[in-house]
Structure formats: structure tokens, C-alpha cells
């Protein structure tokens, strides 16, 4: 009857687990990069990535029908931006950076892939768009439907562009463009006052974007609003926030640094150079987000030009180009890459794995050998855990006779317990303490293979093409020969089943001493919904998984030949010791 009721309570503990995690894991851990790839009839196939609007597909959304980015796009002059990483135009209505195409990265795995769009403009689906302007009183300023004219119709490295309007009481506004090799750009914004009297301006720039970020956002790794204000990341304004302050939206304090976007692999940041900026995040009219920045108020004098300049970082979050960026000037650009605690172990460990990928070619290759480097440093303190897992091992027989001997005196028993640890010098925490210790290590890994835009649609072997997706090679539809796709809590690949098969071999290598049956029966089930758990999670991740568990059962193997339990142990620790009663 025990056992029976053990049982139904191991699988009802171990359901519970597996539909908590699956309601609750998304929300608190960084997720895997959507499907990108899928199995029919034993080859693998790339899916179609949707574009934030579809060709020739008109859509409505907002106070007016959208339409078709091609149409908005060549509906107005423009200047066409054309650098090594960057693909686009500079809206000369409105002076808007809104068309923006990142060249090395792709929408999908497949070899014709069209690049990622970050920007689109205003009047098309998914509109996101930078720009730049003043604030004046008394004063005509230019405004979203001002028309620029432009020194240039082609924005390149060393080949900047300047926009030029002049209001009617001789006020000059410039903008001058210019762009790297890179995501970055720099605005210089000028004003020169030809009138007769003196005039007040401040400068101002903003990011603009009519949908929240389809990349989910948990606590451990931001997305959406994002600034760095005096070297301090600020990550606790999220899309809810925004929604209920409204057009009040929310306010930070005055001081240098940058505001902006940030989504799981994409950054659109402003960062002016030089003095203090007032950051702010709002809902718009139109029911989208803004990010924007104020400068303090200038006075110009008649004949007197003044200026700023603003960089604007558009592109993805690759950490060699962020750096790059901060030591140009840009404070702390990198923690647009949410670390989270473990930031100290988790810089080191990518800079590694970079440096592997670099010599390997392969970003799966390189999981495994930062894998094998890992195991080898933490080899010691896995080792020390096996030692007190075999003293404890080797105690049970004394230990479940204490037990049975003290069994109405609990007291005694726990005082005789404790006696015993001490002649045997043994601890039983001992074999806890390496677990915690190694528990930064392993969550800072699986923060980097998670969020790293490095691992995005990197192939490894066989019909993993993209380690930042789910394995998508599953028996459930007999590895793609029957032509359905199987519902997500199902979509159990061979990486996945592979986390379970070999985490399944480390417990019964390396058994649990002094747990209670429903304790054991729990440990048996659970790998086996790890499985479930692991499935949703990126390819690179379950590699990584599935690698260390290879090298613990190496390890335990070898600790096992050397360290062998006496067959008179095996024995009592498998059958109950019969003892007798204790004498009143």
C-alpha cells in the first residue's frame, strides 16, 4: 500500500513540475529563438520567417490603413544608406532614419534569406524609426513633415550627408550624417541664427516604434525600454509600464548616457556626446512606444551657430562591436545585453567561447570543447562531491542501524547520527557544497548560449542548421516522414531525449543513500521530464547539456574503478538491516 501510494505521489510531484515549468519558464528564463528549421521526410527544410509585414500584402492597424512598405518608401525623396553591415534610406520628410536592413544577419536559414529589418517607416506594418530635432518657443522649428534638402543622396562610410531647412526668420537647421563600418551613426545637429534677435532651442532625439518587441521579456533577461544614465543600467521600464502611465509615460533623471530599445539580439540606442539629458519613455497617440532624450536649452545670439552631436547605435547586440563602441565613448553600451548576477563569470566564459568558434568554425564544436574546458576546472570539485557521496554510501549499513535502534527516540537517534558522521569524518553537506558552487557557472553559460546573437542560425552537424532554435528532429512524427507538425508540448527532439537518457545514467551510476522511497521514485521520474522541460529550449543548450552529462558519467566511471564499494555494503545497502529492538 506504501509503495503504491509513493508512487502516485512521485508522479503527481513530478507532473506538477512539468506543468509548472511550462507555464512558468517561459516567463522566468530566456527562451530559444522561434523554429527555424523542420524535418520532412528525413531532410531538413528551412521554414519562412515572417517579415514584420508581408510583400504586397496590405494591412490595417491604427487609425488608417497601412500600406505596403514599397509603396511608403518610394512615396517620398530619400537618401540611400549603403555600408559593409547596413542596408537602407534617411526619409527626407521628416529627416527619419526608418529604413534599415542589418546585411549579416538573415531572417531565416535559408540560403536566399532576405537580411533582418530593424526600421521600417511610418505608414507600413511594424513602423520603427529614429530621429532627430529642436524645442523652441516662439520659434519655427522643423517637424515631421518639414522637407529637407539633402547635400547628397548617398550616406556611406567617409561619405557623410548634410540636411539643410531654413525657417522664414533666417534660422539655418542642419543635420549632418555619418556612418561606419558598422551599426553606428553620428548626427551632428546645427543652428544658425541669421535674424536680429536672439533665439532659445534644445535638441532632441527619438526612437519610435509602433509594436511592443515580439521577444518575450523575463526577469532575467530585459526587453523593451531600456537607458543607461550615469553608467547605471536601468531595465524596470517594461512594455506594462508604459501601457498603464499612458501619454505621461515615465521620466528619468537628468545625467549622461543612452535611451532606447532593446529586444533578445537587436539594439536601437541614442547616445549624445557631450552634457546631461533628461531620458523619458511614453506611449504615443497612435497607441505605439517612444524612447527620446532633451538637451538643456541654448541661446543663440544673432550670427552665433551652436551644435550637438548624437550617435545613433541600429543593429545587433554582437558583443565585439559593442565593445568596440564603449571604448569609443558610449558608456556601458553592453548592457544592452542583460547579464544579469553572474555578469563576472559570464563575460569570460563567452569571450572564450567566441575564441573557440574562431578556431573551430563550428559554434557547436566550440559548445562542446567550453564544455570539456569547464568539466576539466570543475573536475576537483566533482570529485570531491563522488568522495562524500561514496563515504555516505559506505555508512548506510551503520546508519539504518542507528535509525532502527532509535527509531521512538529521535533525539538520541540524531545525536548517534551526528556521533557517527564524526568517527567515519564524514560531512554530509559536503556533497551539497559543490552543487552550489557550480551553479553560477552552469547559469551563466546557459545565459550566453541563450541570448548571444553570436549563436543565432549557426549550424553544428547532421540537421542541427540553427543552435539558437529547438531541435527539430522528433520521433513523435517518425523524424518527419509523417507529414504533421506535432503540438509544442510534444515536439520532443533526439537533443532533448538524449538530456534525459544520459541524466537518467548519472542517477542510476551514482544512486541517492538515506532517501525515502517517494524521494527516490521522484529522482527516477524526473529524468525523464526533463525531456519535456529541455524540448522547447535552443539546440545549443541541450548540446551543451547533453556534453556535460557524458563527461560526468566518464568521470563517475572512473571515480567508480578506483573507488569500488566492498560487496558487503552493496548488499545491506540494498536490504533493510534487520535489528533488534532497543532495551527499555
Known sequence: MNDNRNMVLAIFLSALVLLGWTFLGPKLLPTAAPQTQQVRDGKTHALPQPDSSPAGVPAAGGPTALKVRADVLGSTPRVKIETPSLLGSINLVGARIDDLRLLRQRESIAPNSAPVRLLSPAGAPGAYFAGFGWLGDNVAVPGPETLWQASSRHLAPGQPVTLS???PAGLKFEQTFKVDDGYLFWVDQ???NAGGAPVQVRFYGFANRSHQSADPSSWTNHVGPISVIDGKANYSTKWETL??????GETGTAGTGWVGFTEKYWLTALAPTS???????RRTPTGGYQADYAGPGVTIAPGQTVSSQTRLFAGAKEKAVLDR???????KLSKSIDWGWFEFFMRPIFGLLRWLFAVTGNFGVAIICLTFIVRAIMFPI????????LGMRRVQPKLKALQARYKDDKPRQ???????YKEEKINPAAGCLPIFLQIPVFYALYKVLMVAVEMRHQPFAGWIHDLSAPDPMTPVNLFGLLHFTPPHLLAIGILPILVGATQWMTIKMNPATGVDPAQQQIMALMPWFLVFVMAPFAAGLQLYWVTNNLLTLAQQSWFNHKHPVDAATAVVDAKPVATKPAKP
Open 414 to 420: 540524531q545525536q548517534e547520527v551526528m556521533k557517527l
Open 165 to 167: 531647412w531654413t525657417n
Open 190 to 192: 546645427r543652428v544658425t
Open 243 to 248: 501601457d498603464k502611465a499612458g501619454a505621461a
Open 325 to 331: 563602441y564603449e571604448d569609443a565613448g558610449i558608456t
Open 382 to 389: 566533482a570529485q570531491r562531491q563522488f568522495q562524500s557521496t
Open 275 to 281: 552634457g546631461d539629458i533628461v531620458p523619458s519613455f
